[in-house]
């Protein structure tokens, strides 16, 4: 049959037209799902660092809580012709017992029930580590039972200041606790391949 003169001819797509148009659209497409798919990692990161941020102000709000509250009740609270100590009675606190940069332990009714607890922060391979213990009836000491506050902690570190602002060594001069606290995510940042450090730093001032 032969064309009319003055009709155009109609050509399809050749098949390397195709390949090109099919080459270009897995592109666009390829970039779009890559960009989605690293705004999911930095999101599910950001997200991972709030947590760890949450976890760290946590922990470190209940140390600065309860060391606030070392020493207390002192024997002057009880009438004196009880004649309770801290070596003879479950309801008198010693105050600060130990104290060095990553451990400190120390006497407080932190449960506010009136029995004194013998508490414990401790920094053990990564993992920050609390143990509150009442004590026995009529004094003494009890084992410790620690439980996890925190972990991948890098750095705890407390010092000690005594009523003049001035660091010392010894537990019964304490007046102030500093907190320094470290601790990384479990992932990477997805920017830098590094993991992120956050770190919490108070001051705690012993009410007693």
């Known amino acids: ?19 090109i148009v099919l080459a270009v659209f897995s592109f666009i497409v390829g970039g779009i799902f890559s960009n989605l798919s690293q705004s999911q990692v930095r999101y599910q990161f950001e997200q991972e660092v709030a947590e760890v941020q949450q976890a760290a102000r946590n922990a470190v709000d209940i140390m600065e809580r309860e060391i606030k509250l070392a020493g ?17 009675s479950e309801r008198v606190a010693a105050g600060f017992i130990t104290i060095n940069a ?15 607890d013998l508490v414990e922060y401790r920094l053990n391979n990564g993992t920050l580590e609390r143990s509150a213990q009442d004590k026995p009836a009529g004094g003494g000491t009890p084992a410790a039972v620690y439980q996890t506050l925190a972990t991948n902690v890098t750095a705890l570190t407390f010092s000690y200041l005594n009523s003049s602002g001035s660091a010392t060594t010894t537990a019964s001069e304490v007046r102030s606790v500093g907190i320094l606290f470290n601790i990384n995510t479990t992932n990477v940042d997805p920017q830098n391949r590094n993991q992120r450090t956050i770190t919490v730093q108070t001051m705690a001032s012993v009410r007693n």
Do not use: C
């Open 1 to 19: 049959m032969r064309t009319k003169p003055g009709t155009p001819t109609q050509h399809g797509f050749s098949l390397l037209e195709l390949l």
């Open 72 to 88: 207390f009740p002192k024997p002057t609270y009880y009438d004196s012709a009880l004649n309770w100590t801290s070596a003879n």
């Open 102 to 116: 990553t451990n400190v332990i120390f006497e407080a009714d932190v449960e506010e029930d009136g029995i004194v």
